[in-house]
């Protein structure tokens, strides 16, 4: 590795986040007349006036301010926002009668959908655990704590274990099939790691800990593919897997065929997800105080998929999704997966100290800066043709916010700080 | 069936219940000075004197005092003795610092042990919801739902399913072995189908009938062995079948040998449980108005298997526990699989229609009015030889109590007023 070009991209990372990232969404997301954060906008950052407010994109936010301060940066007016966007959780997203958050307001704190969505809470558990741990806030844990009780209330499956993931308001469980009341995803399970993660991290109480082992336990031997290590999208409640279809409440990008389901199916998996998983893992098993080196083996395996199915050599960037055996069915370049790609495979090089990854790092570096990020506006573009040219331009959406961006350039920063020591 | 013969065993049932087991209890298990109840008599009802209230004794004469009282009994007396009951609890069992209640106390009221066991738990779930529905005194309830809800906080395994048994007094999970934090057992997920049935029958809620449901399908699925149906008492947190070991915390007889491990310890199932889970079943379904059709042919495997090794044809009664294939390892009576298999037996005349239960069940019935009860005194003796001699012969201990001896009344009389129409 070539420390010197290392400084180099490092420096890249820093400029962005700190010139463009950050100042994109810190000029523009507080919204000072209903409370909560602003979160459409246009390729040009104009605000695009969706009458929304998701809890994915309103704690998402919140995370992204509070880690960003906690990492050091903003001289406190970070902290100032992300105190703004709990006002708002707690005031307007919070369902006084049977506790939890709803699924959708518009943007003057009106409920538009009152559902209670696992996927959603896993953010709030992640954020306000972050917010507490960033500024000292109590209000921040003492509701991650609340979402967490609920949690193992009403969405543990006693009988298969893991967590059911769609509730009606009163957390009654949703009916089968589109409305999910019978599948477990990775991304939940995954999300909740990440959450259980940091409410540990900020409580050091027995029972975040026990449940986050647990949660590990059900992603290494539930959930990720017995033979690649990839992760396996859906299943059915006793975790044979499901195919992979469209929810009717849906938290990402709607890539389905008009049928509301994949093809392949059942035979499929996301590098974005698999680096994502592989250092979320990394990181829960620091705070936990585990020791990594029982888990090399298996970082090993799912960064050299990555490597060798998502990476594209010939055109820069990391593709959608593949079969778990190896190969490619999407090619298109979707911006959450090259930012989730560059921390793993910083996390590899660190780890396993190989030579490939930090190439590849390389290449994904190189495609990010080069063509997913909007040059002059500052944040990324959501979905780019092989080639980098982009096919979705919307710089902000309820499902597309700073999470994965302001995390990559933060958490890549750390990583390569470490390396250049 | 001989009705007349039917008439003459019901009446003989309502004269011990009625004249000797409830006055036993009325005339001297309240606690005037500390409140609560006292449950520890010797041979003749006399007041042993022993410093313990139990969280087990305390709250099983609650659901003695409740279920009777609601099935018609006392005149409003035992609705009263109730109350004083949940006084006692509520103020000095339950712990306000972290929740639950305590597993000791000493007569005054000062805990001895402090820690949080699912066991005792189950039975306030199952007794303080009995207590609403038979008085209306809402405290019941509002405490049974804050155990349900500590239960699935704490004690749910989200990796495997089920429940975790043995806690410290911060809910902090027990170490291995012999403090059970790694085991799972029968006696506790059936005692927890006992308790969420009531609870759902007093409060109607989605996740309690949700969490019923679990708990069905874990014993029938995990639990009971495939083949035979038969109970199988200890298990390891993956369901794998563990060796039948003793606690440090027991909470029934101690029948095991020195080494803290039952012969036999792998296979060995009790008739005693497996009548106590059908009838147990056979209610819940009765509750959550689920088709009993299609239970009846496991209900015919089980109670075939409990008269087939469980009655002993020659002296009466019902022997302690065998292989799950069939045969016997220990033939003393003990007083509470008498009591159970009672119950199961009515439960297979009237679901099943065949002429062998009924005469399995006069068997056990004689046993007990010739044998187990203690005549003038009216309570059970809780341990006989196979001939009948009473082992043991104290009337109340932490451990004996009133539950199975009311119980079994109070069920058997309800199911032969059903047969005699």
Not at 41 to 67: H, M, P, V, W
Not at 322 to 330: E, I, L, N, Q
Not at 345 to 351: C, E, F, M, R, T
């Given at each position: 590795m070539d420390i010197k070009e290392l400084v180099q991209l490092k420096q890249e990372a820093e400029n962005h986040l700190i010139n463009e990232l950050l100042p994109f969404w810190i000029m523009r997301m507080t919204d000072e007349k209903n409370g909560g954060y602003l979160t459409h906008f246009d390729e040009k950052g104009n605000d695009t006036g969706e009458d929304e407010k998701s809890l994915i994109a309103q704690t998402r936010c919140l995370y992204t301010l509070s880690s960003a301060h906690r990492a050091g940066y903003g001289n406190g007016e970070l902290a100032e926002i992300a105190r703004h966007g709990v006002d708002f959780l707690l005031n307007k997203m919070w369902d006084n009668q049977h506790g939890g958050f709803f699924w959708m307001l518009d943007r003057?704190?009106?409920?538009k959908n009152n559902q209670k969505i696992i996927y959603g809470h896993s953010f709030a558990i992640y954020s306000l655990s972050e917010y507490t741990l960033a500024t000292g806030d109590k209000r921040g844990v003492e509701y991650a704590e609340k979402v967490f009780d609920l949690l193992q209330k009403y969405g543990a499956d006693t009988m298969y274990g893991g967590y059911w993931e769609m509730f009606q308001r009163d957390w009654t469980l949703c009916g089968p099939g589109s409305q999910g009341g019978d599948r477990k995803t990775l991304d939940v399970h995954m999300h909740l790691m990440e959450a259980f993660t940091t409410l540990y991290e900020c409580t050091g109480k027995e029972v975040h800990r026990r449940k986050l082992l647990e949660v590990i336990d059900l992603l290494l031997n539930r959930i990720i593919h017995p033979e690649y290590k990839t992760g396996v999208p859906q299943f059915y409640k006793d975790w044979s897997v499901a195919p992979q279809i469209k929810f009717d409440i849906i938290w990402g990008w709607d890539r389905f065929s008009e049928e509301g389901q994949k093809g392949n199916a059942t035979d499929n998996t996301c590098y974005g997800h698999n680096a994502e998983f592989a250092w979320l893992l990394n990181h829960a098993l620091e705070i936990l105080q585990d020791d990594v080196e029982n888990y090399k083996g298996l970082f090993r395996i799912i960064y050299d998929h990555t490597i060798d199915n998502g990476v594209d050599y010939e055109f820069g960037g990391v593709f959608v999704e593949g079969p778990h055996s190896g190969g490619v069915y999407d090619r298109e370049k979707e911006f959450w997966q090259q930012a989730e790609v560059l921390i793993g495979l910083l996390d590899a090089v660190i780890l396993l100290g190989n030579e490939k990854y930090w190439e590849a790092y390389k290449n994904v570096h190189r495609f990010v800066f080069d063509k997913v990020v909007n040059k002059g506006v500052g944040e990324w573009y959501p979905l780019l043709s092989r080639r980098g040219e982009p096919i979705w331009t919307h710089m902000g959406h309820s499902w597309k916010i700073n999470y994965h961006t302001v995390r990559a350039m933060v958490q890549s920063i750390k990583r390569m700080e470490k390396l250049s020591k």
């Amino acid at each position: 590795m070539d420390i010197k070009e290392l400084v180099q991209l490092k420096q890249e990372a820093e400029n962005h986040l700190i010139n463009e990232l950050l100042p994109f969404w810190i000029m523009r997301m507080t919204d000072e007349k209903n409370g909560g954060y602003l979160t459409h906008f246009d390729e040009k950052g104009n605000d695009t006036g969706e009458d929304e407010k998701s809890l994915i994109a309103q704690t998402r936010c919140l995370y992204t301010l509070s880690s960003a301060h906690r990492a050091g940066y903003g001289n406190g007016e970070l902290a100032e926002i992300a105190r703004h966007g709990v006002d708002f959780l707690l005031n307007k997203m919070w369902d006084n009668q049977h506790g939890g958050f709803f699924w959708m307001l518009d943007r003057k704190g009106n409920v538009k959908n009152n559902q209670k969505i696992i996927y959603g809470h896993s953010f709030a558990i992640y954020s306000l655990s972050e917010y507490t741990l960033a500024t000292g806030d109590k209000r921040g844990v003492e509701y991650a704590e609340k979402v967490f009780d609920l949690l193992q209330k009403y969405g543990a499956d006693t009988m298969y274990g893991g967590y059911w993931e769609m509730f009606q308001r009163d957390w009654t469980l949703c009916g089968p099939g589109s409305q999910g009341g019978d599948r477990k995803t990775l991304d939940v399970h995954m999300h909740l790691m990440e959450a259980f993660t940091t409410l540990y991290e900020c409580t050091g109480k027995e029972v975040h800990r026990r449940k986050l082992l647990e949660v590990i336990d059900l992603l290494l031997n539930r959930i990720i593919h017995p033979e690649y290590k990839t992760g396996v999208p859906q299943f059915y409640k006793d975790w044979s897997v499901a195919p992979q279809i469209k929810f009717d409440i849906i938290w990402g990008w709607d890539r389905f065929s008009e049928e509301g389901q994949k093809g392949n199916a059942t035979d499929n998996t996301c590098y974005g997800h698999n680096a994502e998983f592989a250092w979320l893992l990394n990181h829960a098993l620091e705070i936990l105080q585990d020791d990594v080196e029982n888990y090399k083996g298996l970082f090993r395996i799912i960064y050299d998929h990555t490597i060798d199915n998502g990476v594209d050599y010939e055109f820069g960037g990391v593709f959608v999704e593949g079969p778990h055996s190896g190969g490619v069915y999407d090619r298109e370049k979707e911006f959450w997966q090259q930012a989730e790609v560059l921390i793993g495979l910083l996390d590899a090089v660190i780890l396993l100290g190989n030579e490939k990854y930090w190439e590849a790092y390389k290449n994904v570096h190189r495609f990010v800066f080069d063509k997913v990020v909007n040059k002059g506006v500052g944040e990324w573009y959501p979905l780019l043709s092989r080639r980098g040219e982009p096919i979705w331009t919307h710089m902000g959406h309820s499902w597309k916010i700073n999470y994965h961006t302001v995390r990559a350039m933060v958490q890549s920063i750390k990583r390569m700080e470490k390396l250049s020591k």
